[in-house]
């Protein structure tokens, strides 16, 4: 099988909401990861949401979705901009790793997923923790430094060095070239 990419979109939907410039720069990583996501799907790369759970063990993605649309403000921005289409894929998380206590893996098989376009929030936390979990089961990744963030560009930015350090993860922003990672 021919290695393939997979977007994985993480933690936007959140009813909480996100706290004043973190969630101006996450309202600019949904813009980015939405155009991203479109340009990727003319590719043929298949999108995956992973987004915590908060804690309700009954909770379902798409019911999620809908109360994030119905929440003013900011987190109905990013959910209309990140709504997931036709075929689009979800796993809710308990923890920060997508990877963690979730069929992620399987899935990920299941495609034939072998390099992994990471996009979310919080880059210092839930990226980080699923990178690290990815780069273990040796998956190659792309984590473009537009499409995530975290509570500060500080943290950002240190997430992404260290991301790009240790993982070997390209961090180039979404607007340049396509890596080699979801070129065909």
Request: charged letters at 20%; glycine letters at 4%; proline letters at 6%.
């Amino acid at each position: 099988m021919k290695p393939r990419a997979v977007l994985v979109i993480i933690d936007f939907f959140n009813p909480r909401g996100f706290e004043g410039a973190f969630s101006r720069a996450t309202v600019r990583a949904a813009e980015r990861v939405s155009r991203l996501k479109a340009r990727l799907r003319k590719l043929g790369v298949p999108a995956v949401y992973a987004n915590d759970n908060f804690g309700r063990w009954e909770s379902e993605f798409a019911a999620l979705v809908r109360q994030c649309q119905d929440t003013p403000g900011d987190v109905s921005t990013i959910a209309q901009l990140l709504a997931p289409q036709t075929g689009d894929r979800s796993v809710l998380k308990p923890r920060h790793s997508a990877f963690y206590q979730t069929p992620l893996m399987f899935l990920l098989q299941t495609l034939g997923a072998t390099k992994l376009v990471l996009t979310g929030v919080s880059a210092d936390s839930c990226i980080m923790f699923t990178a690290h979990d990815a780069y273990l089961r040796h998956l190659e990744l792309w984590i473009p430094s537009d499409c995530v963030a975290a509570a500060t560009p500080k943290y950002t930015r240190d997430a992404l060095t260290h991301m790009h350090r240790v993982l070997k993860a390209s961090t180039v922003p979404s607007t340049s070239s396509l890596p080699s990672l979801v070129r065909k």
